[in-house]
């Protein structure tokens, strides 16, 4: 990749590394803080996650992720409050 300024730079899209990384900041703590998580599952396995302050925020985000993650079989995108363990969202909707 070509950065303006910068010149050639190597850009990873390696799934795999990246799965790596996000594992070894995981060994170190909670990568990243925030009340309401946002999670991606394929079948049981998490697969994305986020966490954001802002309930709204949150809720934004849920449904951006249904739009670009919603469209597996075995998929499943929840939200969360931490705070209470409370489930806000759920997609598809839990019986």
Known sequence: MDVVGLGLRWH???RDCMIAGIRLNWAAGRPVAGRHRVTVCAGERPMLEGWWDEVATA???TTRWI???GGGDRTRITLDDEATGTRLMSWPEEP
């Open 12 to 14: 990873d899209q390696c």
């Open 59 to 61: 809720e934004d985000k």
């Open 67 to 69: 739009g670009a993650y």
